[in-house]
């Protein structure tokens, strides 16, 4: 029976590494992340773990000190936000590059500036394209499930790729929820002993690793990290699978709210999925508009036929981000959405909204009007407020 | 193969199929196969009549390509010497000269 507790997110991803008892955990603290290094020294301090700790004395350190341990054949962690991340941006693509499967708890916060420690996607939006897998969560129960699923990801044969597993930084960080939680031994039997095949501390394998590339290797290089993305789609199906059997709970790429049947869509990441979902609710319980939501999990590799498939049957869809990438066009998934709908011929209407940057709430009222939006757009096939943001202050009377 | 070196299962020909996982080298002392000297502009010519052999030149070498057999210094290790010319200033006797090019 799966142990019910009320834990925050950030205390449900530390009693998942107590779980897991990884090898090495380097980090440095920072706000809304600082608990999960907090909780796992407190572990370790009480002889609960035997997890090797690193103080280190920046994020640059810690992920240096994470490669350095998974290089050596250690199973290596560590646990992030925002500016700490920005600050171990060389080391993310050398993780990446060398091939370590390395799990990073990534507590999502807006990057300065101006200096702002709330929720937002900046941090991890921005490490897209650094090679990382990324998984985000909706809530702490998610979270949760996703840090362990990460294991077994990162560590397949097919993928080698580090695993980011994020969460909205104080939204599901901070707040508690009540939790399902795995058995210790099964999450252990889920997540297996750790035995890589390569590493440096090999007695008996003479190896080196992350030498100079010059271009006549590096392109080459770069299409077989390509791959190693391309099996991780099916690696991360085949996990989702097995956690089902364990848990009961399913996970995709995505998940679909009531697009049974719907016309209108919102395609989001994260925390503001939950209150999508209760809009969607009300609105489809008044005034019967089919309302209907999908909620990216994985981002990187991404979905694209998958979404495209998905959302073939709408007639409007907003997606929606929570971090710009100044393009003075679309948000990252707003590009990545749109380009799916591209390459499928899809003829939907679709409008890109940014919203809750730097910790800005998003409330049931405003997806509401989401929706009205998506349904005039739907008859006129005028796509009006591109590009625009919610909850904005402005002269303009009407801004979404 | 004893003697089979990396290059030879990896080089400039290799399809992208072929890199190893993270370029990881299963191998050790590899930088012997990777000639260096090629980069040189200037090349230290080493003059046997004005040589007394006092070895002030090897230990000063960068590259370690003055190699040393029985205490005496032996013909420059030219896969190796990048031609920076630090032996040609430390020599006393000026028994090693310049020359332009390879």
Known sequence: MAIRERLSGN???????????????????????????????????????????????SEHSAM??????????????????????????????????????IVLALVNRALSGPININADHSDSMGARDTGW??????????????????????????????????????????????????????VKGFVGEYQPEHYLLHPEEKMALGPYAVSNYYMETKRAQRQAMIQAREVILETAARFEEMTGRKYGFFEEYRMEDAEYAVVIIGSAAGTCKAAI??????TGTKAGLIKIRVFRPFPEDEIAKALSGVKAVAIMDRSEMFSATSGPLGAEVRAALY?????????????????????????????????????????????????????????? | ??????????????????????????????????????????????????????????????????????????????????????????CPFGAIGMREGK
């Open chain 2, 1 to 90: 193969m004893a003697n089979e070196k990396i290059y030879d299962r990896i080089n400039e020909q290799s399809p992208w199929q072929d890199i190893t996982e993270g370029n990881k080298i299963f191998e050790a002392a590899t930088s012997k196969d990777f000639c260096t000297g090629e980069w040189r502009t200037a090349t230290p010519v080493w003059d046997k009549g004005k040589c007394k052999q006092c070895l002030l030149c090897t230990p000063v070498c960068p590259d370690s390509s003055i190699p040393v057999t029985a205490g005496k210094r032996e013909e420059f290790d030219y896969d190796h010497c990048k031609g920076c010319g630090i032996c040609a200033k430390v």
């Open chain 1, 11 to 57: 205390e449900a991803v530390a009693y998942a590494i107590k779980q897991v008892n990884p090898d090495v955990m380097p980090a440095f603290p920072i706000t809304p992340s600082t608990e999960i290094p907090q909780y796992v020294a407190n572990y370790i301090a009480n002889g609960e773990i035997d997890t090797e700790f690193i103080h280190v004395e």
């Open chain 1, 64 to 101: 240096s000190a994470t490669i350095g341990a998974s290089a050596a054949g250690a199973r290596a962690i560590t646990a992030t936000s925002s500016c700490g991340m920005a600050l171990m941006w060389e080391e993310l693509y050398v993780a990446a590059s060398n091939r370590l499967p």
């Open chain 1, 281 to 286: 609710d009300e609105i489809r319980n008044t």
């Open chain 1, 133 to 186: 897998i990324q998984i985000y969560a909706e809530s702490n129960q998610e979270v949760y499930d996703n840090f362990i699923q990460a294991f077994p990801i990162a560590e397949d044969k097919r993928v080698h790729l580090p695993v980011m597993v994020c969460q909205d930084g104080f939204i599901t960080s901070h707040g508690v929820e009540n939790i399902l939680l795995v058995e210790d031994d099964k």
């Open chain 1, 343 to 400: 390459q499928a011929h899809s003829s939907v209407e679709a409008v890109n909204y940014f919203y809750g940057l730097g910790g800005r709430d998003i409330t049931v009222s405003d997806f509401k009007t989401v929706y009205g939006n998506l349904e005039t757009i739907a008859q006129t096939h005028v796509v009006t407020g591109m590009y625009e943001y919610i909850g904005l202050r402005s002269e303009q009377s009407k801004e979404v």
